[in-house]
């Protein structure tokens, strides 16, 4: 993310995703995997949560 003149510029295909959360004004947001996918517009690589599992 990138923050330009008080707005924010974001470089990824989460563009969509970043501007949920910058039009929000809570200080916590809890989404399903379900809820990114349609808030972002892109489906979800569920992969990393074989990674996630391997860290802990």
Do not use: A, C, Q
């Not at 004004?25 to 808030?39: P, Q, T």
């Not at 979800?44 to 074989?50: E, G, K, P, T």
Request: proline share 0%; aromatic share 14%.
């Amino acid at each position: 993310m990138i923050k330009k003149s008080g707005s924010v510029i974001t470089l990824s295909k989460y563009n969509h995703l970043w501007e949920y959360f910058e039009n929000r004004n809570e200080s916590s947001i809890r989404l399903s995997f379900e809820e990114i996918k349609i808030i972002s517009g892109i489906e979800l690589d569920y992969s990393f949560l074989n990674y996630k599992k391997e860290l802990s």
